[in-house]
């Protein structure tokens, strides 16, 4: 059966099996049904309209609150039936719900949805009428705990007001967490029901109640479970020979790039094409059975139609791995997607793994690999790209070769009709090059293996994402409240949280923080931070953005303000961030830096202020910078204000992975995304 809305009666019946307060109720089908049952119940009672086509019944006029009378409740039926008849003159009616009227209290609602990736996710927040203008909601994915649930109640911006705001009384918290957790274990332990809404839950000083309930079903749903997958032999992605089949010596063809990449690998490199005996001043062969010695790699580029005669020919040699470059597959629609299943059909066969199809392909620069089309090839380096899009690809490897970035690997999923993003995660995981992971997400199918391998993955190297589609525009209309308000990005940004992954929002960001974080010290170990520089300015707006993302600025303790006292001039700012005035000299920053080395135990982080001036170099700043790194086991962060005049210094930092930045509001803002995965 589709997925269907039971109705509030039902909805009622069903929570009430798990102990969660709901109000009297009945389900009348004329007036004079009405005014009998809303007597027996006791006035004041509420009455809504009863039709599966009407979601939202306050906006059809289907819902009349404080009836006091008989007399009341038959025109209360008659107008309801009137209004919900002329809001959709289509909808079943199937009667009214005549309920105990709650009484006031403070208005929330508790929400699920099956997310297509993630599968079951729990909503809370602020409710009423005004749900969707507020969005002051939290989300977990299930599975859930209690405490979980208490931590959630506490994240709302709202969570004053149940304490007990302005002197108003608090509310019960405890009450409310219990009818959460029964909710929470309503929408585990029953498969088919896939999205529901309780809005609002009114929550009194003793006490809870709901007021609506909206539960969807469907009697096909799946549950989401994470599943395991065989490990990709990490040699498949290292091969000795590699045959490139379409190679050409046209340069405006795709396999004359592809081919020209290669040329610099140290391998084995055989062009195939069926028309020229030399390819690019190689012997080509007219088929890959033809070459003579074993083949570990193929990249093709012949068109979608060729491909599974090429995919037969690759397993009949006996090829690990084919990287399909050849877009037509089921990104064209189902011609698309049947020709598709068929080639990974026929490579399941011969146990060919399958790179794409539709794909960009992979670089491997330490092993001097590329099977791109990029215009030039990226340096080795510690920092692995997967991505969902080719296009990003391409410009952040044009972008990398003027940054100085490096790479250790860098894959274009494609399609990922075979390998995805778990066996790359699981690929880069083991590549000992590989100290940083970034992946740009466009769609995840599988959620829960993907939470539960990049969890793995992150604890021993950190992932940092970019998530596109975070915008409103093209979004489905929702169901229900939560469907509105829990949407598709804001389960990732979840995802994420949970499974330990930094979520950035500019690719330039994503390579801040994993070129941070794969420095010899990984990640910082709390936030408690320190800030010292010689430009009173840049004192001010540090304070300004640590704040802002989140950051600790201590208070300096006793001590070390008085070790400070003894160096400093006197009229020094005696606090955090420590200014040593303009004309600190490589000697002030020195003993500086050894008093906070000496203290390292009240710190997490220290962030290093420079802007170019007459008194301190770059260079003489950047070696003490490395001194006083080389003195303690925290993290120390660097920001080289201005141009020209500070980049030797940035060279010297970089050379010794000390992390850098360039720009004051975006070394605490690349900070503050890691702080807040890491100590949330």
């Given amino acids: 059966m589709a997925k269907r809305m039971l109705s509030e009666f039902e909805s009622y019946d069903l929570l009430k099996q798990y102990g ?13 049904e009405a005014s009998k049952v809303a007597e027996k119940i006791g006035f004041p009672v509420v009455m809504k309209i009863h039709s599966p086509q009407i979601v939202h019944k306050s906006d059809a006029g289907g819902v009349i609150i404080s009836i006091s009378s008989k007399q009341a409740a038959e025109e209360a039926f008659t107008k309801i039936v009137a209004n919900a008849k002329a809001y959709n003159p289509e909808a079943e009616i199937k009667g009214v719900i005549v309920e105990q009227q709650a009484a006031p209290g403070l208005e929330l609602i508790i929400g699920g949805k099956t997310d297509p990736a993630f599968g079951k996710v729990l909503t809370f927040g602020m409710g009423g009428t005004l749900v969707e203008l507020m969005k002051d909601v939290t989300l977990r994915i299930l599975p859930v705990t209690e405490e979980i649930i208490r931590d959630m109640v506490r994240e709302i911006h709202g969570y004053p007001i149940i304490q007990g705001y302005r002197g108003t009384k608090p509310r019960d918290e405890e009450t409310l967490v219990q009818v959460m957790w029964a909710i929470n274990c309503f929408f585990a332990e029953n498969t088919n029901i896939v999205e ?19 539960i969807f079903v469907d009697d096909e749903a799946v549950e989401k479970v994470a599943k395991e997958r065989p490990f990709v032999p990490i040699e498949y992605f290292t091969p000795r020979s590699i045959a490139v089949i379409g190679a050409s010596s046209e340069p405006k063809k795709m396999g004359y790039a592809i081919m020209h990449n290669l040329l610099h690998f140290p391998g084995q490199l055989y062009p195939v094409n069926n028309k020229r005996p030399e390819v690019q001043g190689l012997k080509a062969y007219a088929s890959i059975l033809d070459i003579p010695n074993p083949v570990d790699m193929a990249v093709i580029t012949v068109p979608a139609k060729h491909v599974p005669s090429v995919i037969e020919e690759c397993g009949q040699k006996g090829v690990s791995m084919a990287v399909i470059i050849t877009a037509g597959f089921k990104e064209t629609g189902e011609g698309g997607k049947a020709l598709e ?12 793994r399958i790179v794409g199809p539709n794909c960009l392909g992979l670089i491997i620069p330490p092993k001097g690999i590329d099977t791109t089309y990029v215009h030039e090839s990226p340096k080795p380096g510690n920092i692995a790209f997967i991505s969902q899009s080719g296009a990003i690809v391409n410009t952040v490897v044009d972008w990398s070769i003027r940054q100085d970035i490096g790479f250790s690997a860098v894959v274009s999923v494609g399609n990922q009709a075979d390998l995805n993003f778990i066996d790359y995660l699981r690929f880069v ?16 199918q599988d959620g829960k293996t993907f939470m539960k391998v990049v969890n793995e993955v992150s604890k021993t190297k950190p992932v940092v994402a970019i998530k596109s589609g975070s915008s409103v525009k093209g979004q489905q209309a929702a169901s229900s409240h939560t469907g509105s308000l829990s949407g598709s990005y804001d389960v990732y940004m979840e995802a994420f949280r949970e499974s330990g992954v930094i979520p950035v929002h500019t690719l330039t960001g994503t390579f801040q923080v994993a070129e941070m974080l794969s420095s010899p010290k990984g990640y910082p170990r709390g936030k408690r931070a320190v800030v010292i520089t010689n430009a009173g300015g840049f004192a001010v707006l540090s304070s300004d953005y640590a704040e802002r993302y989140g950051i600790d600025l201590i208070s300096l303790p006793p001590k070390v303000l008085k070790e400070l006292n003894d160096l400093l001039p006197d009229f020094w700012n005696k606090n955090n961030p420590i200014d040593l005035l303009g004309d600190a000299n490589e000697k002030r920053f020195e003993q500086v830096f050894s008093v906070l080395a000496k203290h390292q135990d009240c710190w997490d982080i220290a962030f290093v202020v420079g802007f170019p001036n007459l008194v301190i170099g770059s260079e003489q700043l950047a070696n003490q910078i490395i001194r006083f790194s080389e003195k303690t086991e925290n993290m120390i962060v660097a920001t080289l204000l201005g141009g020209g005049s500070m980049e030797r210094g940035r060279k010297i930092l970089k050379e010794n992975d000390i992390p850098l930045f360039e720009e004051l509001d975006f070394t605490f803002r690349v900070m503050g995304r ?5 100590f949330r």
């Avoid at 969660?20 to 004079?32: F, G, L, M, N």
């Avoid at 529901?196 to 909206?214: H, K, M």
């Avoid at 995981?429 to 995840?444: A, H, S, V």
């Avoid at 890691?674 to 890491?678: D, E, G, H, K, V």
């Fill in 341 to 352: 299943d068929r080639v990974l059909q026929i490579a399941k066969g011969y146990g060919t």
């Fill in 20 to 32: 969660v307060p709901v109000p009297e109720h009945a389900i009348v089908k004329t007036a004079a």
């Fill in 196 to 214: 529901f809404d309780i809005n609002p839950i009114r929550l009194y000083e003793s006490g809870a109640c709901i007021v609506d309930a909206r």
């Fill in 674 to 678: 890691i702080l807040w995965q890491r």
């Fill in 429 to 444: 995981e083991r590549d000992p090059k590989t100290k940083g992971i970034i992946l740009y997400i466009e769609e995840i």
